[in-house]
């Protein structure tokens, strides 16, 4: 199967703020858009089959600097969780309410007041990115990269299922700004690769395998095998 990055957007001017932006069309700020730039040199020397994104726009901000050159398919499976009541305020202020510590210890019976359940952002999230994954396999090959560009609560949610975790442990889970989470789907298991890089990138483009190699991909490397780049 193929493998996905899973890219947060930059910084926003509600995450500069302490704020809740859900599904508000706030924007980059200018460190986001730094963050955007740097990401787009990061991706440069792969070859990415598709390029998918949450309909918000400071996703597509982030795909306008850091690709300039796509032309994202929009996806609204990817799209921000609906907080409801809480969009827009200040998070220092939502810590004081009665549903904060539900968030943080039992997300999977949090619904946001006239928003979404947790649990429903991480079921369409986690079958947006698996339909993808298939459908860019089915198009350009085992060996194929792709990249979906998303927000921090929707990737940690992907991250969780493809760790085999309850949606419950996914507070231990990071997705910073313009950072990176690689995930290889195969027919056993997912690999999740790499977790909130910011770093190289250009040992993710896999060696041309076929035969032996390419039945055994779903295997795990005993020992923890020599790396990517070998």
Known sequence: MATVLLLRHGRTTANASGGLAGRQPVELDDTGRAQAVHAGVRLGDLPLAA??????????????????????ALEDGLIECGYGDWEGRPLKELAKEPLWPVVQQHPSAVVFPNGEAMAAM????????????????????????????????????IVADALGLHLDQFQRIVADPASITVIRYTPTRPF??????????????????????????SDAAVGGGAGAGV
């Open 51 to 72: 390029v998918v994104s949450s309909p918000l726009i400071r996703c597509r901000q982030t795909l306008e600097l850091a690709l300039p050159w796509a032309e994202p």
């Open 122 to 157: 991480s079921a369409r999230a986690i079958a947006a990115v698996r339909d993808w994954d298939a459908k860019v396999t089915a198009e350009h090959g085992p060996d194929a990269i792709w990249l979906a560009c998303s927000h921090g609560d929707v990737i940690k949610a």
């Open 192 to 217: 999740v690769v790499r977790v909130n890089e910011t770093g190289e990138l250009a040992s993710l483009v896999p060696p041309k395998s076929e035969g032996e190699d390419r039945a055994r991909e």
